[in-house]
């Protein structure tokens, strides 16, 4: 599976967002889709990701603010970043997770959140 990653970018404290992810390959052993972050000096950690089921899991810091979802007819699943924090700012990679439990990942894209 391979996985190209876009969107991005700098904002204002309180803008939007909206990343998205194509998978192409062997897409019809995906599971899970979804994105993590790194902020500098900071542990990878889980945003938000879909299972194949629809099945949806947030970071508890971003719900109600971050939303995703898929296009299967376009193998693409998108986050969308609502009311942005400085503390939102990372480098974003998308992640799948196929039926085997095999990761793949894709190149991170910068979310600079600053005024």
């Known amino acids: 599976v391979q996985l190209q990653a876009s969107g991005g970018g700098l904002v204002q404290p309180g803008g939007s967002l909206r990343l998205s992810c194509a998978a192409s390959?062997?897409?019809?052993?995906?599971?899970?889709m979804g994105w993590y972050r790194q902020a500098p000096g900071k542990q990878r950690e889980l945003v938000a990701t879909?299972?194949?089921?629809?099945?949806?899991n947030y970071l508890d810091s971003v719900k109600g603010r971050f939303t995703i979802s898929e296009d299967n007819a376009k193998n693409t699943v998108t986050l969308q970043m609502n009311s942005l924090k400085p503390e939102d700012t990372a480098a974003y990679y998308c992640?799948?997770?196929?039926?085997?439990?095999?990761?793949?990942w894709g190149q991170g894209t910068q979310v600079t959140v600053s005024s």
């Open positions: 992640n799948t997770v196929n039926l085997y439990g095999f990761q793949y």
């Open positions: 390959g062997s897409i019809g052993s995906i599971n899970v």
């Open positions: 879909m299972t194949r089921g629809g099945r949806t």
